[in-house]
C-alpha cells in the first residue's frame, strides 16, 4: 500500500468503527489480528470493540494525529466520553473524561494485523480527583 492508501484505509476503519459496522471489520482487520501481543483473531477483536461501546455508549474514535510509514502507522486519538462505570479500573461511573490513545498498527495484505495501544490514564485519573 502506498501511504495515500494506506490514510484512506485506516480513516475508513475509523468510520466503520464510529458506525458500529462490525460485520464490515473483515475489510479493515485480518483475520490473525493481534492487540497488545494477545492473539485476538476477528472474532476475539470484534468482541473486545463491542465491549468497549457497551461500556461507553457515546464512544468516538476521533482521530487527532496521523503517520503513515507503510506498511505501518501510528495514531493519537482523542475520547471525549462517559463511561457507564469502572472504566481501565477508575471509577468513572458516567462522568464525562477527555484522553487520548496512542496506538502503532501493522498492515498485511491491505489489512490491519498487529495493534499496539497505550491510553493516557493518568488523564482520566487527574479528571477525576
Avoid at 24 to 53: K, P
Avoid at 83 to 104: I, Y
Wanted: hydrophobic residues 45%; contains cysteine; negative net charge.
Amino acid at each position: 500500500m502506498t501511504k495515500t492508501e494506506l490514510e484512506t484505509t485506516y480513516r475508513d476503519y475509523i468510520a466503520c468503527l464510529n458506525r458500529r459496522e462490525w460485520t464490515a471489520l473483515g475489510r479493515f482487520v485480518h483475520e490473525d489480528v493481534r492487540h497488545n501481543a494477545a492473539a485476538l483473531g476477528i472474532d476475539g477483536y470484534r468482541a473486545m470493540l463491542e465491549a468497549d461501546c457497551a461500556q461507553i455508549p457515546d464512544l468516538r474514535f476521533e482521530i487527532e494525529m496521523l503517520v503513515a510509514d507503510p506498511p505501518r502507522l501510528a495514531a493519537r486519538l482523542r475520547f471525549d466520553v462517559t463511561p457507564a462505570a469502572d472504566f481501565l479500573g477508575v471509577p468513572v461511573n458516567g462522568r464525562r473524561v477527555s484522553f487520548c490513545e496512542n496506538v502503532f498498527y501493522a498492515f498485511r495484505d491491505g489489512r490491519i494485523e498487529q495493534v499496539w495501544s497505550v491510553i493516557d490514564e493518568v488523564a482520566i485519573e487527574a479528571q477525576l480527583r
